[in-house]
């Protein structure tokens, strides 16, 4: 029992970068994945730009009307000048110098995304979160075709020492008690936790996909039963070593008696019985005399 409680405490944390079903996804017209979502979104992004378009202006792009709502812009860049100066403010987000990108390439587009409404239907958390904020997305692609379309994402990183950032504008209120968190999604379908800077900011050293989330009543009571659990194992084991200990205590205190009135017995001299005018008494053991005549005294 204690064994299989343990185990499930070292598990639970691996529900929170557990794999995306894209299962929902499939009524989509088409799109039966997020990264269905991603080429669909790039294509669109692309078409933003035309001949006239300038290096380092974002551009909005028009999105499919079953994807109303949601946001998309693309703003294209030289490598060296984002790694050299990065960007002060795309939209929510804030990227610092020092991006290396692979494969290298001499100019690149960041591609961004607001889910808005669809968030939940795209990207759904897990049991027991909701969100407080749309998910917002950040996407590298190479920028010297831009009639290109199905591009791969490029590979981006930053130091963690300066990181980007993401600022969200518009967050719910959390409900009381609860503690907001930032939750990213990965280029690979996972999800991860992580704490919530000051004033609604997430940070990252990767692409993806971001948004603030709250642990509502289900996640809560979900935690606090595992607490409970933990907490009522430690009590119950407590317990039994308490009742153990008794146990031996017990057992050892009447083995010592034992042993106290086999030592006793070996040192007391054996009595024999005998007659004396009628009477049965007790009579110590046969003594000798100096002459070597054996005598017996009454006790």
Not at 229 to 253: K, N
Request: positive net charge; hydrophobic residues 45%; charged residues 15%.
């Amino acid at each position: 029992m204690a064994a299989t409680l343990f185990l499930a405490i070292l598990s639970f944390p691996l529900l929170l970068s557990l794999p995306l079903s894209t299962a929902h996804l499939q009524n989509y017209k088409g799109i039966n994945s997020t990264r269905a979502l991603d080429s669909l979104l790039q294509d669109h992004a692309f078409k933003a730009f035309s001949f006239r378009s300038k290096t380092g202006v974002p551009y909005d792009a028009d999105v499919p009307n079953n994807l109303t709502g949601i946001k998309v812009s693309a703003v294209r860049l030289r490598s060296g000048s984002l790694r050299t100066r990065g960007v002060q403010r795309y939209k929510e987000f804030q990227i610092p110098p020092g991006v290396i990108e692979q494969p290298y390439v001499e100019r690149l587009v960041l591609v961004y995304h607001n889910l808005a409404n669809w968030s939940e239907k795209f990207y759904p958390l897990p049991l027991g979160y909701s969100y407080l904020a749309p998910v917002l997305g950040l996407l590298t692609y190479r920028g010297d075709n831009l009639n290109a379309s199905e591009l791969p994402v490029l590979d981006i990183r930053v130091s963690e020492y300066k990181p980007i950032l993401i600022k969200f504008p518009d967050v719910k209120s959390a409900p009381y008690g609860s503690v907001p968190m930032s939750v990213y999604f990965d280029l690979h379908g996972s999800v991860t936790f992580d704490i919530l800077l000051s004033g609604n900011v997430c940070s990252t050293v990767q692409q993806g996909h971001f948004s603030i989330v709250v642990a509502d009543a289900i996640g809560k009571k979900k935690n606090s039963n595992v607490w409970m659990i933990v907490a009522w194992s430690l009590f119950g084991g407590c317990i039994l070593l308490i009742l153990l200990s008794i146990v031996l205590f017990v057992r050892l205190r009447r083995m010592k008696k034992i042993q106290e009135l086999e030592l006793e017995s070996d040192n007391n001299e054996a009595l024999r019985i005998t007659h004396v005018a009628g009477t049965i008494l007790p009579v110590a053991g046969a003594i000798r005399t100096t002459t070597g005549m054996p005598i017996e005294d009454v006790v």
